[in-house]
């Protein structure tokens, strides 16, 4: 019986600018995206008939088909074969509807999994593609690593490695929709763009304070009233000795940025007090991913 385990690893965004709404609905974006040792578990396994998702630490809605099966679907697709029998288990630690990835870190290691079992041989450009037919993050997801990505997310340069640092990563106990804030976007408004191409020079210097220094985040100025504990948080991370903080995607999770392990463990326990979903993690780069 085929069988495969992989790591699949939240995102955070360093950077994000939104440029544009695109005649077909979606937006151009420019961003520094940045894998992290917060994962998920999943599992595939070869099986009799059909395709199940089983999932612990998450709800999965009823009577729609699921990411996972769309893209092992399309895997299976682009081989030209009949897709077997198959069975994903995923184990839950990213937390949902926060600007971080996770679902779709999840279907990005499906297809991972599935190269690995059935095409060894298949481009990993290839495996992005198949991604980007269910969802615009899936190429970064699949790849990993320090990436800018551009377009809808899809065109992607590898950047030199974000330098060994830590991240302590705040989820409030509320949700953001993602079209909400998209909503509220007007690109030709936005002000403080952040600095990408700085951001980029940073890493290729190893200047974590510098790439600290940029971080920067365009949803931020379109947040609605009810959800400024984002910023709280934000200043808080930096009164406990983040090089910066801010937030991740869509939100609501903010992430700060550490040069030391010591403050950045004593930072968790604090927002431990006020907040149930508090981690510690490192950035992960492409090759680990590769290895996994």
């Not at 917060?38 to 630490?57: K, N, P, R, W």
């Not at 991740?248 to 604090?270: C, D, H, L, W, Y």
Request: include cysteine; glycine fraction near 8%.
């Amino acid at each position: 019986m085929k069988t495969i385990t992989l790591e699949a690893p939240a995102k955070v965004n360093l950077a994000l600018d939104i440029l544009r709404k695109r005649p077909d609905g979606y937006h151009d974006m420019d961003m520094v995206m940045q894998t992290v040792s917060l994962t998920d578990t999943v599992s595939v396994t070869e099986t009799g008939e059909g395709f199940s998702l089983l999932a612990e630490g998450i709800t999965l809605p009823p009577g729609k088909k699921s990411l996972e099966q769309q893209a092992a679907e399309a895997f299976f697709q682009k081989l030209g074969r009949p897709m077997p029998g198959l069975t994903v288990h995923l184990t839950k630690r990213i937390p949902a509807y926060a600007g971080m990835g996770g679902g779709s870190a999840d279907v990005a290691a499906v297809l991972r999994g599935l190269r690995t079992l059935y095409a060894p041989e298949l481009p990993l450009t290839v495996l992005e593609e198949i991604g980007f037919t269910v969802g615009s993050d899936m190429p970064f997801c699949v790849r990993g690593g320090t990436c800018r990505a551009r377009g809808r997310g899809e065109v992607l340069t590898n950047l030199t490695p974000l330098p060994e640092c830590w991240f302590v990563i705040c989820k409030p106990d509320f949700d953001i929709p993602t079209p909400t804030l998209f909503a509220r976007v007007r690109p030709d408004a936005l002000e403080n763009r952040p600095d990408l191409s700085g951001m980029q020079r940073a890493l290729g210097t190893g200047d974590l304070v510098g790439v600290a220094e940029r971080l920067s985040n365009v949803f931020e100025s379109v947040l609605p009233p009810e959800d400024r504990e984002v910023f709280s948080i934000k200043t808080r991370l930096i009164e406990l000795e983040a090089l910066n903080a801010a937030m991740s995607g869509s939100g609501p999770t903010v992430f700060g940025i550490f040069s030391q392990e010591k403050p950045a463990r004593m930072a968790a326990e604090n927002l431990r007090n006020t907040h149930r979903q508090v981690f510690l993690a490192n950035p992960t780069s492409w090759e680990r991913l590769e290895k996994n």
